[in-house]
């Protein structure tokens, strides 16, 4: 019996043990083991946090950036925890709000931060509008105190009524800017 105790002390310990392991943000996905934390150690990411905005042609955009730690990520075969930048924005065409994610938790936002490029910029996943539309990845370049470079590659959709049945018939628009390039956000 006491063997037994011993060995569910031991195995309990070890688990814990493994879920306190913490890894620098660059850590490449291929030595990330499970239960692992990608932490933000060098407070990379805080320097991107807050309120951005700019204007493009009629379109106002509002980014708000918050930094989520020890977020819960289920990537391919692996599950582990990592500090992230979540980005929720809202979007006006004319004054007249077009789109919004500021209301979203931070679970539900569609940016999220997936890693800390060699340059130092941040790469994030966007999971896309309606059904999609829009997903692709959103390269943040941290310029200085007050400035931004937003550069934003969508991908290309295939959708049909069986995976979006709710398409409406005008057509679901992507509202966030991809053009130009190099896109500079100002700090609010």
């Known amino acids: 019996m006491k063997n037994k105790a011993f060995l569910y002390l031991l195995i309990s310990l070890f688990s814990i043990s ?11 996905y291929s030595q990330i083991p499970n239960n692992a934390y990608i932490k933000d150690l060098n407070n990379d990411l805080n320097k991107y946090v807050g309120n951005w905005n700019v204007s493009v042609g009629s379109k106002q955009i509002h980014l708000y950036i918050t930094k989520q730690e020890n977020r819960p990520i289920n990537l391919m075969s692996k599950s582990y925890f990592s500090d992230v930048l979540v980005i929720k924005y809202e979007i006006l065409v004319n004054n007249q709000i077009v789109e919004s994610t500021k209301n979203f938790t931070l679970e539900n936002a569609n940016i999220t931060s997936i890693d800390l490029d060699i340059d130092g910029s941040i790469i994030f996943d966007y999971e896309g509008g309606k059904c999609g539309v829009g997903s692709g990845m959103i390269d943040v370049t941290y310029i200085d105190s007050t400035h ?7 991908e290309s959709t295939m959708l049909t009524n069986k995976n979006c ?24």
């Open 18 to 28: 493994c879920k306190a392991q913490q890894y620098p943000l660059n850590t490449n």
């Open 165 to 188: 049945s709710d398409y409406p018939a005008e057509g679901i628009k992507i509202n966030l800017p991809d053009e130009p390039k190099d896109i500079i956000f100002t700090k609010q």
């Open 148 to 154: 931004l470079k937003w550069n934003y590659q969508p």
